[in-house]
């Protein structure tokens, strides 16, 4: 299992920028698949963006496609979220999961998780 700390999280005006970080301890992170997701109060947990062990393959969700990227950096073992036009309905709890099987969308086709970094977008 990969150990995942979120950093990055905090209060934006809509508009703004944000840069979300996860450092990755344990296995060998650069065989993980990774992936961003949030939740918002009452609702359920959400898919964000998700990238490939390389960082050759990414993909968004259409409410962030155009404003976030996804990115990592294996030699540091980081995976990041840039959060650009950030809206109010972004605020949420941001997770980073990691995977060794699958490559989807979906929070159970992830075996590990950070424990969340706080977004808040003020309108």
């Known amino acids: 299992q990969v150990q995942l700390i979120e950093s990055g999280g905090g209060l934006v005006q809509a508009g703004g920028s944000l840069r979300l970080s996860c450092a990755a301890s344990?296995?060998?992170?650069?065989?993980?698949?990774m992936g961003w997701f949030r939740q918002a109060p009452g609702k359920e947990r959400e898919f964000v963006a998700r990238i490939s062990w390389s960082g050759g393959r990414t993909y968004y969700a259409d409410s962030v496609k155009g404003r976030f990227a996804i990115s990592r950096d294996n030699a540091k073992n980081t995976l990041y979220l840039r959060m650009n036009s950030l809206k109010p309905e972004d605020t949420a709890v941001y997770y980073c999961a990691a995977s060794q099987t699958y490559f989807g969308s979906d929070p159970a086709d992830y075996g590990s998780w950070g424990q969340g970094t706080q977004v808040t977008v003020s309108s």
């Open positions: 344990g296995r060998t992170f650069s065989s993980y698949y």
